[in-house]
T-cell receptor, first 111, second 116 residues
Framework: QKEVEQDPGPLSVPEGAIVSLNCTYS??????FMWYRQYSRKGPELLMYTYSSGNKEDGRFTAQVDKSSKYISLFIRDSQPSDSATYLC???????????FGTGTQLKVEL | GAVVSQHPSWVICKSGTSVKIECRSLDFQATTMFWYRQFPKQSLMLMAT?????????EQGVEKDKFLINHASLTLSTLTVTSAHPEDSSFYIC????????????FGSGTRLTVV
């Protein structure tokens, strides 16, 4: 079993739809949770981050963490074609330690 | 702030030659940098953690003699792929962490290596 599981997709949605992306994990030591967006042949860019359990909202993006279920989500409202990318969840234990990534979900938002 | 520059963005080399990839933190000092490898439609696989002034820590299964990492200053880490083979063709990405920021993992733009 992988330490972080993420459905690779691809996920195709119409413009304006609400997108739900999810990851599950097995390591209870993870405290820091991040979502990265990666466009083709580019490095990942940090989109959202949360510490421990809870919700965080930033514009059209909402990140949720449920540590009791070891489950994290990223919601994208009013999705746009420019949101088409691969979304990677990442987790860490803090203290400058390495991040563990999910496989990434490929999202395509169609006109 | 917190920009990481990676160079080159792509490189083609012949089998048996060595290739050096540079990763620079432009506006901050990075005690720790990370090197990843990514295959098409797959996630980032951590190869090694690079620590300024000391030896890199390699992940299990990564050949340290093949993937040489040097972190000689607080703003520069290099990855040298030695005696490259076609199976080394991949997308290599570096990341640097902003000190004191548990979320501050900034990534370079990646290097596409093709070995022919």
């Amino acid at each position: 079993q992988k330490e972080v599981e993420q459905d690779p997709g691809p996920l195709s949605v119409p413009e304006g739809a609400i997108v739900s992306l999810n990851c599950t994990y097995s390591n209870s030591a993870f405290q820091y949770f991040m979502w990265y967006r990666q466009y083709s042949r580019k490095g990942p860019e940090l989109l959202m981050y949360t510490y421990s359990s809870g919700n965080k909202e930033d514009g059209r993006f909402t990140a949720q963490v449920d540590k009791s279920s070891k489950y994290i989500s990223l919601f994208i409202r009013d999705s746009q074609p420019s949101d088409s990318a691969t979304y990677l969840c990442a987790m860490g234990t803090g203290g400058g330690n390495k991040l563990t990534f999910g496989t990434g979900t490929q999202l395509k938002v169609e006109l | 702030g917190a920009v990481v520059s990676q160079h080159p963005s792509w490189v083609i080399c012949k089998s048996g030659t060595s290739v050096k990839i540079e990763c620079r933190s432009l506006d901050f000092q990075a005690t720790t940098m990370f090197w990843y490898r990514q295959f098409p439609k797959q996630s980032l696989m951590l190869m090694a953690t690079s620590n300024e002034g000391s030896k890199a820590t390699y992940e299990q299964g990564v050949e340290k003699d093949k993937f040489l990492i040097n972190h000689a200053s607080l703003t520069l880490s290099t990855l040298t792929v030695t005696s490259a083979h076609p199976e080394d063709s991949s997308f290599y990405i570096c990341s640097a962490r902003v000190e004191g920021n548990n979320y501050g993992y900034t990534f370079g733009s990646g290097t596409r290596l093709t070995v022919v």
